[in-house]
């Protein structure tokens, strides 16, 4: 009975490189979402995808972000030029059709040294 | 936009006690959700209410959506010590809860 599965669960990044986060949906969930919590903080909706689609990026910075959910394989969250400030545990979640409550998976921890 | 203030923002209490925390909101939510976090974990669902008024039940916690269905209520009754975290309430920004908004969170400290 797998959950939302989420790797790698800790990642860290010198400034300038990339991160990439990876998400497995529960099984049967067709649809995908990112949130990021900073230190202190609650959960800060970034995007919603679907199979190949971006429905919702209205929380996902204009610059270096990016998602995607292809037809095989994980969601993945790309984060270009990394700085510090992009240190966060990034949650993956998950649903099923039609858009029941959502469950998360563990999330993955950035480090930006 | 739309922003959930959850009280007390922390809360220190002895085994065996009840405990009660609330989220408010300045606008109107059609679905409240009830989030436990623990160091190093994701969020896991507790409770989810759907109607106001309702009041749900999942063992020791109780949840309520007000009236108003402009805040929400949890309880914990005769706390143990697995439940220390932090206590998140959440609801959509729109209708499908494609986007939830997550309150600022209750840390709950269990003393022994």
């Known amino acids: 009975n797998a959950g939302v599965m989420q790797n790698p669960r800790h990642l860290v990044r010198r400034r300038g490189q990339e991160a990439r986060l990876r998400c497995s949906p529960m099984?049967?969930?067709?649809?995908v979402y990112w949130y990021r919590q900073l230190p202190e903080e609650g959960l800060k909706f970034m995007v919603y995808?679907?199979?190949?689609?971006?429905?919702?990026e209205s929380g996902m910075p204009k610059e270096r972000f990016s998602a995607e959910f292809p037809k095989e394989g994980p969601s993945i969250l790309r984060i270009q030029q990394v700085v510090r400030g992009d240190s966060a545990a990034y949650f993956c979640?998950?649903?099923?059709?039609?858009?029941?409550?959502?469950?998360f998976g563990e999330g993955s921890w950035l480090t930006v040294v | 936009g739309q922003q959930l203030n959850q009280s007390p923002q922390s809360m220190f209490i002895q085994e065996g006690e009840d405990v009660s925390m609330n989220c408010t909101s300045s606008?109107?939510?059609?679905?409240w959700l009830w989030y436990k976090q623990e160091p190093g974990e994701g969020p896991v669902l507790l409770i989810a209410?759907?109607?106001?008024?309702e009041l749900t039940s999942n063992g020791r916690l109780t949840a309520q959506f007000g009236i108003t269905r402009k805040d929400s209520f949890l309880n914990i009754s005769a706390s143990i010590p697995s439940d220390v975290g932090i206590y998140f309430c959440?609801?959509?920004?729109?209708?499908?809860?494609?986007?939830?908004?997550f309150g600022t969170g209750t840390r709950l400290t269990i003393i022994p």
């Open positions: 995808l679907q199979k190949e689609n971006i429905i919702d």
């Open positions: 979640a998950s649903s099923p059709p039609p858009r029941n409550t959502i469950y």
């Open positions: 606008s109107i939510f059609n679905t």
């Open positions: 959440a609801g959509p920004l729109n209708f499908g809860n494609e986007k939830l908004t």
């Open positions: 209410l759907y109607k106001a008024g």
């Open positions: 099984k049967g969930h067709s649809h």
